[in-house]
């Protein structure tokens, strides 16, 4: 969810809630993140970069902690974000959610052996394995991949 209001200083706020986890808030030139300092620096650098209107930002490359979360707030803002995995539940022999997956794939388990490893999905029958495959290529790969996965969706 975003939204964007005005303070009595006209300068825009933007608040982004992001997956369930924190939230992001943009005030004029003041950036509000809890906990992650990077993701902070990312993003007065892009500021600096291509001004204040974040919907204008390119996506930022990379598989880094704070690349992903940059790119999912843009996507948000623009009104492209599509995550490829809409139920609750990814992997019904586990019980684990797409909720604790997609936080072990912002977290750095980029493969499908590394989110077995943390979250023990797909390690019962596998049948899972491609839709957490489909997260992670959703997660780390460029606008022209992420396009390709909407199609496939």
């Known amino acids: 969810m975003s939204s964007t209001s005005n303070f009595p200083n006209d300068q825009p706020k933007t608040v982004v809630e992001l997956e369930g986890r924190d939230r992001i ?25 291509f001004g204040p209107d974040l919907k204008a930002w390119p996506l930022p490359s990379g598989d880094s902690h704070s690349a992903i979360l940059l790119r999912e707030m843009v996507q948000k803002l623009r009104g492209d974000w599509n995550y490829p995995y809409k139920e609750v539940e990814v992997c019904h022999c586990r019980g684990v959610s797409c909720k604790t ?14 989110v077995s490893r943390q979250t023990t999905a797909s390690t019962a029958c596998g049948t899972c394995r491609p ?16 396009a390709s996965l909407k199609k496939s969706a």
């Not at 808030?25 to 970069?49: A, I, Q, Y």
């Not at 997956?101 to 590394?114: N, R």
């Not at 495959?133 to 959703?138: E, F, G, K, L, V």
Request: include cysteine; charged fraction near 30%; proline fraction near 0%.
């Open 101 to 114: 997956i997609d936080e072990a794939i912002v977290g750095g388990a980029h493969t499908t052996a590394a």
């Open 25 to 49: 808030e943009v005030e004029g030139t003041t950036v509000k993140f809890r906990g992650c300092s990077e993701l902070t620096n990312l993003m007065k650098t892009m500021r600096k970069s």
């Open 131 to 146: 839709e957490v495959q489909r997260m992670i290529d959703y997660r780390l790969q460029d606008e022209t991949a992420k």
